[in-house]
């Protein structure tokens, strides 16, 4: 059972680190900042699946405080990243560059000019999300497991939208994983480094995926090297991913 007490803690300490490293963002513009915040956003936005599908679906209303925040964040982090893959495309027409580099700049303003509103709903969706949380049955949490193994496993069938939100659900569960109780932990018999390093395969390809849609119908020798580097990693991608749900487990 996951008790309402580790669970209590677990969100305290996530509200904490999301609004320290909103404040540091908000004072600094540092990139790292803003990469740790989303990423506490997602550990709980993860939790909060969970305890949806056991326990209380209300915490999905507490987390939808901070999905305004958590949606500018990233696409701050969209148009960063962007832009590094872009740094190794030589023949990438330097126009297009400073294009994505403007709107990296105005995303990040925007975000911060409303780090005080976003301030208020994360401690909001804190204090809700500490009152709406129960004990929960082991069982559940074991089945809630075995159901994302299998939607994910028919996720990476598909491709686009469905291939990229396979690797949501994969880092959820690892998210969540990290929080359970040792011996539920060992009773899961995940192969974490295997997840671990197909949604990081993922991770590639759909980075390179977002760069090919905004480059779509411009005139550029690199054009057709980005669509075939995008093909390779997709291809990568599959090759990982036969027989999901029997490499997912520990043999």
């Known amino acids: 059972m996951l008790s309402r007490k580790k669970q209590k803690k677990y969100l ?24 740790r915040l ?45 832009i590094k893959i872009l740094e190794q495309l030589d023949s990438v027409p330097a126009a297009f560059k400073v294009e994505q580099d403007e709107l990296r700049v105005s995303a990040a303003d925007e975000f911060r000019q409303k780090v005080g509103k976003y301030r208020k709903k994360g ?14 049955r082991t069982g559940c949490i074991r089945d809630w497991y075995s159901g994302q193994l299998i939607r994910i496993g028919v996720l990476l069938t598909a491709s686009g939208d469905q291939l990229h939100a396979a690797r949501k659900k994969i880092k959820e569960l690892l998210y969540v994983e990290r929080i359970l109780p040792a011996g539920l932990v ?23 995926a977002v760069i090919v849609a905004a480059y779509a119908g411009r005139e550029g020798v690199d054009s057709q090297a980005m669509v075939s580097e995008c093909r390779e990693r997709e291809k990568r991608v599959r090759e990982m991913a036969g027989d999901f749900y029997l490499r997912a487990h520990l043999s």
């Open 12 to 35: 305290t300490k996530k509200e904490r680190d999301l609004l320290t490293q909103l404040q540091v963002y908000s004072e600094s513009g540092d990139a790292d900042a803003l990469h």
């Open 186 to 208: 060992e009773s899961l018999r995940l192969d974490k480094d295997y997840l671990d390093k197909l949604q990081e395969r993922i991770g590639q390809w759909h980075d390179m």
């Open 123 to 136: 401690k909001k969706a804190g204090r809700r999300l500490l009152q709406d949380v129960n004990a929960i």
């Open 38 to 82: 989303r990423l506490d956003v997602k550990k709980v936005k993860a939790f909060v699946q969970m305890v949806k599908a056991c326990s209380d679906k209300r915490v999905l209303k507490d987390f939808g405080l901070l999905k305004k925040m958590f949606r500018q964040a990233g696409k701050v982090r969209d148009a960063g990243n962007t």
